[in-house]
């Protein structure tokens, strides 16, 4: 398999060029040359299946013999050491619980994958290999965790000085060894174009060897479209329609479902949810991309003012709009609105879910209102307790921390405080690396 750049699709390179560089040289983002359909033996028989054999056919399905089956078999019993289970909150509404893992929230599914393949191929170079991320929240969180002591690599996690909760900053703050945290006085846009910016700039490719673990990353998207068929597996005899509704900021997680429904899963619609930052619910009502700076809101992951994976979603529908629209449907929602869905789905079905999931939860329920015959999936991509205080002012009542978060809770946050000027940044990286 072969993977293209979105500025130029002559530009082709292996899987390992892909994962390993992150990022094209002109700047765009890899995308797979072909996306097989699966076989319809694999559809009929998937709810026999189990998640990680699951997970190793879908892999193979978009890798093929760029890896060996027995290290993508290793690489798979890694990553899927945890479940998603699909739970029933309301009558043919289901949420996809994706933060059973490590660090509590869906990207440990993206994180231990890219950690798993970048482990195998950092055997074959002679540098270390630094990982740059940007986060809003939770990538850090699992980036920091997966890469943990991972030899060969280290990793360097931007995010927004005062905007990611308490808990998601212990998860990558306290860790230490090959894991160092810079506090961004900015957006999480600006540590998104800091990122990008180091890409680009020739000194540093020539001096240190630098990819990404964001969702630019095609090795990101490539476990996340796992979970959307382990969901529709656990729907078992569903006759209706369906329709995921992905809470979204970067769009990573909507464009892996994108991917799973090329493959061949029968997934009818989705539905883009988003808080106030709404550029592609905005895209889908006026056809007009706008970028624009972020809004802080309670639901930070998705605080997100130019999502790159944008450019993604249009590859897979060639561009054309008419065909993109009719397949995804935006929505947008206030805090407020967000905090009510949380008082009021714990109150009347005793489910608590964080403030993304609440978004996603939304987002269904507006669907639904001008599409009851479909059976309604959306995703609760982080642990409520990773916001317990934002949950537990909404829901007026107490929430129980799991133990292993609060283990992160007793560390000690180490960070290195910076601005948003990539000059200070560029100095900055190479003295990181020792």
């Given at each position: 398999m072969k993977y293209y750049s979105t500025h130029d699709k002559n530009h082709r390179v292996s899987l390992q060029?892909?994962?390993?560089?992150?990022?094209?040289?002109?700047?765009?983002?890899?995308?797979?040359?072909?996306?097989?359909?699966?076989?319809d033996r694999f559809f009929k028989t998937l709810p026999d299946k189990n998640f990680k054999e699951i997970s190793l056919e879908v892999a193979k399905n978009l890798i093929g013999n760029d890896i060996p089956e027995v290290e993508l078999q290793r690489i798979i019993d890694h990553t899927i050491q945890f479940d998603a289970p699909l739970v029933e909150v309301e009558s043919n509404i289901f949420s996809l619980e994706l933060f059973h893992g490590p660090t509590l929230a869906f990207k440990d599914f993206g994180a231990r994958f890219l950690s798993g393949l970048l482990g195998y191929f950092a055997k074959q170079q002679s540098k270390e290999i630094t990982i740059l991320v940007a986060t809003s929240g939770d990538t850090g969180s699992a980036v920091a965790n997966a890469f943990f002591n991972v030899a060969g690599t280290r990793v360097i996690v931007l995010y927004p000085s005062g905007k990611v909760s308490e808990a998601q900053e212990k998860q990558f703050t306290t860790l230490g060894g090959n894991i160092t945290a810079l506090e961004v006085s900015g957006t999480f846009d600006d540590c998104q174009r800091l990122v990008k910016q180091a890409f680009l700039d020739r000194e540093l490719k020539k001096s240190l060897f630098l990819t990404s673990a964001n969702s630019i990353n095609i090795a990101r998207l490539i476990p996340q479209s796992f979970y959307y068929f382990g969901a529709y597996a656990q729907l078992k005899q569903n006759d209706k329609p369906v329709v995921v509704c992905v809470p979204s900021g970067n769009?990573?997680?909507?464009?892996?479902?994108?991917?799973?429904?090329k493959m061949g899963l029968p997934i009818d619609a989705f539905v883009a949810a988003t808080?106030?930052?709404?550029i592609v619910?905005?895209?889908?009502?006026?056809?007009?991309?706008?970028?624009?700076?972020?809004?802080?809101t309670i639901s930070?992951?998705?605080?997100?003012?130019?999502?790159?994976?944008?450019?993604?979603?249009?590859?897979?529908?060639?561009?054309?709009?008419?065909?993109?629209s009719a397949?995804?449907?935006?929505?947008?929602?206030?805090?407020?609105?967000?905090?009510?869905?949380?008082?009021?789905?714990d109150s009347n079905s005793n489910y608590i879910m964080d403030p993304h999931g609440a978004v996603g939860?939304?987002?269904?329920?507006?669907?639904?209102?001008?599409?009851?015959d479909f059976t309604g999936i959306f995703l609760e991509t982080a642990h409520p307790a990773k916001f317990a205080d934002v949950v537990e002012d909404a829901i007026q009542k107490q929430i129980e921390i799991p133990d292993r978060l609060k283990e992160f809770m007793k560390g000690e946050k180490k960070s290195i405080l910076i601005s948003t000027d990539f000059d200070e940044f560029r100095l900055l990286l190479p003295t990181l690396i020792t």
């Open positions: 060029q892909a994962v390993v560089h992150g990022l094209a040289p002109d700047n765009g983002l890899y995308m797979p040359e072909s996306i097989p359909k699966l076989s769009f990573g997680n909507l464009t892996a479902g994108l991917m799973a429904k808080n106030a930052n709404d619910p905005e895209y889908l009502r006026t056809q007009q991309f706008k970028v624009r700076a972020s809004k802080q930070n992951a998705m605080d997100v003012g130019n999502p790159s994976n944008f450019v993604r979603m249009l590859e897979l529908f060639g561009n054309d709009f008419q065909k993109l397949q995804i449907f935006g929505s947008t929602f206030s805090d407020e609105a967000t905090k009510e869905a949380m008082r009021l789905v939860y939304l987002g269904l329920k507006e669907f639904l209102k001008t599409h009851s």
